[in-house]
C-alpha cells in the first residue's frame, strides 16, 4: 500500500513557468500512489490552461474515487474569497486540495479552516522568485474512510497556512476532527511545518523524515504523513519512503509504501 502527498503548485514547472497537462498526468503516473492527498489544486484557473488538476491525478491513477474541495474560489494572490459548501460544483475557478483513491471509499468529511487574521511574508518561487506580503487564505481539510486491503482506514489531506503558530492551531484542530473518525488514521498534508515539528504538537507518528523543499535541493521537509498513535498497530510497517523529483512544482512529493508487520523501516 503506498500512501503519497504532494503539493502541486497548481502543476507550474519552476523550469519554463508553464502548465503542461500531460506533464501533471506523467508525474502522478511516476508515483504510483494508492492513495494520494494533493494541495494547491488548480480547477478552472486560467493560470492552468483552465485545468481540472484533480480529475487528471485520477484519471493517471485509475482512481476509483476523488474528492477536491476547493478553499477558494478566485485566484490567490490577485483575488479571491472563501468558498463554500455551495461552491462545489461551480463553475468559476477554484483552488483548493484534493484526496484520490484506487481503493474504494464508503464516506467523505469535510472541515474549512478559517485564514490567519494578518499577513504574511512568503517566497514566490520560478524563474525571478520574489518576496511577497500576502493575505492567508482558507484552508480544508478532505477525509476519507477508506477500504484498503489491510481493512478501514482513516485517510486525510489539508494544506496548512504559512503563519507561523497559525498552522499550529490549525493542525490541532486537524487532529480533533480526524479523532471522530475511525482508527487508524493518515494524514498526506503540506503541513508548512518543518521536520519534527508537526509530531511534536501532533502527538502523531511521523512515517517520513526526508526534506522535500524547495524540489531542485530539498532542505526543508514541509510535506509530511503522519499516523495517529490510536490504532496505529493496525497499520502494516512502512518498508520504503521516496521523494522523487519531478518535473511540476516547487516541493517533491513524499510517499510511502507500507507492507506487512514484519517489515523493518519505522521512524517516529
Do not use: C
Request: aromatic share 4%; proline share 9%; glycine share 10%.
Amino acid at each position: 500500500m503506498r500512501l503519497g502527498t504532494f503539493n502541486l503548485m497548481n502543476g507550474r514547472s519552476l523550469t519554463d513557468g508553464l502548465v503542461d497537462a500531460g506533464r501533471v498526468r506523467a508525474a502522478i503516473e511516476e508515483l504510483d500512489a494508492d492513495v494520494l492527498g494533493l494541495q494547491e489544486v488548480d480547477r478552472g484557473q486560467q493560470r492552468s490552461g483552465h485545468a481540472d488538476l484533480a480529475r487528471i491525478a485520477a484519471d493517471a491513477m485509475g482512481a476509483a474515487a476523488m474528492l477536491f474541495v476547493p478553499a477558494v474560489v478566485g485566484t490567490p494572490g490577485l483575488g479571491f474569497r472563501i468558498a463554500t459548501d455551495d461552491d462545489q460544483d461551480g463553475g468559476e475557478p477554484h483552488y483548493g486540495v484534493a484526496l484520490v483513491s484506487r481503493f474504494p471509499v464508503t464516506e467523505w468529511r469535510i472541515t474549512r479552516l478559517p485564514p490567519a487574521p494578518l499577513r504574511a511574508p512568503i517566497l514566490i518561487p520560478g524563474p525571478k522568485a520574489r518576496m511577497m506580503l500576502l493575505d492567508d487564505e482558507p484552508r480544508v481539510l478532505i477525509a476519507a474512510v477508506v477500504e484498503t486491503p489491510v481493512g478501514r482506514v482513516t485517510i486525510a489531506t489539508t494544506h496548512l497556512s504559512f503563519v507561523p503558530g497559525w498552522n499550529v492551531r490549525q493542525l490541532r484542530l486537524v487532529r480533533r476532527a480526524l479523532r471522530r473518525m475511525p482508527a487508524p488514521r493518515v494524514l498526506l498534508a503540506d503541513l508548512n511545518l518543518p521536520g519534527g515539528l508537526p509530531r511534536l504538537f501532533s502527538g502523531w507518528r511521523r512515517l517520513a523524515g526526508v526534506p522535500t523543499y524547495p524540489s531542485p535541493a530539498p532542505r526543508v521537509q514541509f510535506d509530511h504523513v503522519l499516523a495517529d498513535r490510536h490504532g496505529f498497530e493496525r497499520l502494516p510497517r512502512v518498508v520504503g519512503v521516496a521523494s522523487p523529483q519531478l518535473p511540476v512544482s516547487d516541493h517533491r512529493p513524499l510517499v510511502v509504501t507500507m507492507g506487512d508487520r514484519s517489515g523493518t523501516l519505522e521512524i517516529d
